[in-house]
């Protein structure tokens, strides 16, 4: 079994012109916008290159009028000039009909595309998740969906159009003129695209940097900014901005780089641009001067130069763009090719629930290889009972629960549920199975009401007014001036712990699952509330199997079952007589809780008389 950190993949991506390929079965989804837009585009390019030639003869018409006979051919060049603006204005038209039928098939594409990757992280395991930042994962998501946009874009729009004007213009020439005009015209497109592309080749480390740089800014000011109030209790608000300043400089200087790399690119391309222009020019001027070619000639190759260089000013830029959005697609698809550790078996028939009965058999579990955390647990929770598991923090007892939920295999030994190995069945219908009210709970950034909703979103209103009423949530929402719908705040920070684990309760409440988890659910309240939840907890596992974590032991005295786990191993097991008559571990930890809560008591006693006083 793997279980080393195997995500990092922001290191350089080899590019496989292949991810174009995966994108065709999403353009594929509107056919005919797409022949029109292609259609358009075609017909843009024709009025495009059809431009220069009514220039020249309007120019030659003009020339001639010089000459002679003004009268007689003043209808021609008006005619002419006509057409000009006619063709002129097709050619904008055709280009932005192309645009507005074509962004409807790109949008569509992102929209499919975005939701394949949402879904396919919520698939992945949870190793992956921690292994993740969240702010690295969303950007590479936004960066990889419009790399997708721009790929469509410029693939369909930019680069072909581009050789299909180059060859349309380098044939016209070729045909109207002597040879030397193609022949330039080649050498420069051909010697222009070499350059670029070996440039930007070797630009794209340097882009790369700045990506990487920006990324990781960006993940270290998410990250400080959940810290928030850790921060604070800190006090490390310079050693925060020290850190993020230390990253932005190395973005500011990867940015340089990229810049200065830039010029470089541009100058190059300038220059081969200026060289061929001016040989076309003088070799025109030549001509003309010769009195083979006209003048109108001369504006046609002119024309046509400016025409063609200027698309291929943007090669570079668009080159590397496409490279970049390629990149960026391909970190996005290597997440959509990332492959969940935890994953259905092939026609997984859903958990069959009759009595709820859980089995942990000889069960031996690491996150690491290197460190196991379970070692050979084995027990077994009759249907309808209560198991308690009690031990010292970090023995394993929350990795119980997630191995129960399929977070996690086990690397040993198995886990069942009615006599199914929990590895053999759905997770969504596991999953389905039990209600949790976990050791922290996480809450959306939304209203208490949508949160409550979130245990069984088809529950109706009366159902979620009865699961907040059981979870002893209505007192605490009464005092809120907007009650239910007050906003809890990013993962549920304006509400204090024992709230959130009353909202977590209310949701467990709402999904009545056969099966029921406490990960230490009353931890983080005080000892009246305790007993009030504590309450509504037995009520809401009657008739349920449950398996309870608790810290202290006050609250699991009524548990058919304890079992005593320390360092991933039961230690001890019975119930809470034989236990104490066992006098072990869970007789000790008994003794020593007894008399802190006596000795709380009697303060809380004590108080009160210096209150009364
Ligand atoms: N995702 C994880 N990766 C590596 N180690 C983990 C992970 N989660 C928990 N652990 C380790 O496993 C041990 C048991 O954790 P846990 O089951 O949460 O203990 P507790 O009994 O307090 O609930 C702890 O030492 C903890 O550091
Ligand atoms: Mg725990």
Not at 236 to 253: F, P, T
Not at 571 to 581: C, D, K, M, S
Request: charged residues 20%; neutral net charge.
């Amino acid at each position: 079994m793997r279980r080393r950190n195997d995500y990092d993949d922001r290191e350089p991506i080899a590019i496989s012109w292949g991810t174009l390929k995966s994108l065709i079965p999403y353009l594929l989804e509107y056919k005919p916008r797409i022949i029109l837009a292609l259609s358009c585009l075609v017909a843009a390019k024709l009025a495009s290159v059809g431009l220069p030639f009514i220039l020249k003869y309007i120019v030659d018409d003009l020339d001639g009028i010089h000459d002679g006979g003004r009268t007689a051919l003043m209808a021609m060049p008006l005619g002419l000039l006509l057409a000009y603006g006619a063709v002129r204005f097709a050619n904008v038209l055709f280009g932005e009909v192309r645009d507005t039928i074509f962004g409807r098939v790109t949008e569509r594409a992102m929209r499919r595309i975005g939701l394949k990757v949402f879904e396919h992280l919520h698939s992945l395991d949870l190793e992956f998740h921690l292994n993740r930042s969240t702010g690295g994962l969303s950007r590479d998501i936004e960066r990889g969906v419009s790399g997708i946009s721009f790929i469509m874009r410029f693939m369909v729009f930019n680069i072909g159009p581009t050789l299909l004007e180059i060859s349309l213009v380098i044939g016209l020439l070729l045909i109207n003129y002597e040879v030397w005009f193609a022949i330039i015209t080649l050498v420069a497109v051909v010697v222009y695209i070499a350059f670029s592309v070996v440039a930007t080749e070797w630009r794209t480390g340097f882009v790369r940097a700045a990506n990487k740089a920006d990324s990781e800014s960006n993940s270290r000011a998410v990250d400080s900014l959940l810290n928030y109030e850790t921060v604070k209790y800190f006090g490390n608000e310079q050693y925060e901005a020290d850190k993020y300043d230390q990253d932005l400089g190395q973005w500011e200087s990867a940015r340089r780089k990229n810049r200065l790399s830039l010029f470089a690119l541009n100058g190059g391309q300038s220059l081969i641009v200026a060289l061929a222009m001016t040989s076309m020019m003088v070799l025109a001027a030549f001509n003309v001067s010769q009195e083979s070619m006209t003048i109108g000639d001369f504006v046609l190759v002119n024309a046509f130069m400016m025409q063609l260089f200027m698309p291929l000013n943007f090669l570079g830029f668009v080159y590397r763009e496409m490279k970049g959005s390629l990149a960026n697609i391909e970190r996005m698809f290597r997440l959509l090719h990332q492959v969940p550790k935890i994953s259905d078996k092939e026609n997984a028939a859903p958990l069959n629930v009759s009595r709820g009965e859980i089995r942990f058999n000889q069960v031996d579990f690491g996150y690491q290889d290197e460190r196991p955390i379970l070692k050979q647990v084995s027990f077994t929770v009759s249907p309808g009972q209560k198991l308690a598991v009690v031990g010292s923090s970090g023995a394993g007892k929350s990795t119980l629960v997630k191995l129960l939920y399929r977070f996690y295999d086990v690397s040993g030994g198995e886990i069942m549920i009615d006599g199914q190995d929990i590895r053999d069945v759905s997770q969504h219908s596991l999953r389905q199975a039990i209600g949790i009210v976990p050791q922290d709970t996480v809450l959306f950034n939304t209203t208490i009401y949508e949160n409550v909703r979130y245990g069984r979103i088809d529950a109706t209103a009366e159902e979620i007014t009865a699961a907040i009423r059981m979870a002893h949530l209505d007192h605490f929402i009464r005092q809120l001036p907007k009650g239910l719908e007050t906003v809890v705040g990013e993962r549920g920070l304006k509400l204090s712990g024992g709230e959130k684990q009353r909202v977590a309760i209310a949701r467990a409440i709402l999904k009545k699952p056969p099966i029921m988890v406490f990960d230490e659910a009353t931890s983080s309240l005080d000892s009246k509330s305790e007993q009030i939840i504590l309450k509504a907890l037995k009520e809401v596992a009657e008739g349920h199997t449950s398996l309870v974590i608790a810290h202290r032991l006050s609250t699991i005295v009524d548990a058919d079952r304890i079992v005593v786990m320390q360092d991933g191993a039961i230690v001890e097991t019975g119930n809470h007589q034989q236990l104490l008559a066992l006098n072990g571990f869970y007789a000790q930890l008994w003794r020593v809780q007894q008399s802190e809560r006596s000795k709380d008591e009697s303060s809380e006693v004590a108080g009160m008389n210096e209150a009364l006083k």
